[in-house]
């Protein structure tokens, strides 16, 4: 039984040192290669160009905010009512000093008499161009 003992004893302490030996010699135990990097390439968009206007109301917003960069905050339902009533004076027969009286009365309220002259002209040109004439024949464009 002593000899059994002693014959394991030896098998194990042979299989232990063979496997320690084992790992500096063989390949299997060399280090190990880099670990994996994974690397996130994120493309970057180029900036799409600013759409064309689809509406006249939105070529009239896209002329003021061009003309004015302080009007590119200003809310569009502002821009388009000051637009509109610039027509609707026209439509109820009035001249273009009319127009310019009563937005001179306006001006300095939210906005500057320039940019009331600019929505003036951009309001008949792009929402009433029918009134043209009119706007024309008074000397201001």
């Given amino acids: 039984m002593r000899?059994?003992?002693t014959a394991i004893a030896a098998l194990t302490a042979a299989i232990v040192l063979s496997s320690c030996s084992a790992g500096?010699?063989?390949p299997a135990a060399a280090a190990s290669p880099d670990p994996v990097k994974t690397v996130t390439v994120t493309a970057t968009p180029e900036p799409s160009p600013t759409p064309e206007p689809t509406s006249m109301e939105e070529v009239y917003l896209a002329?003021?905010?061009?003309?004015?960069?302080s009007l590119i905050t200003a809310p569009d339902d502002s821009l388009l009512g000051i637009g509109e009533g610039v027509c609707d004076i026209y439509d109820l027969g009035n001249s273009s000093d009319d127009v310019n009286n009563f937005l001179a009365i306006s001006a300095g309220v939210t906005y500057t008499l320039r940019e009331f002259a600019s929505m003036h002209g951009a309001a008949v040109a792009a929402l009433c161009p029918e009134h043209l004439e009119t706007l024309q024949g008074s000397g201001q464009e």
């Fill in 3 to 5: 000899q059994s003992l």
């Fill in 24 to 26: 500096e010699d063989t």
């Fill in 63 to 69: 002329k003021l905010r061009e003309t004015h960069a």
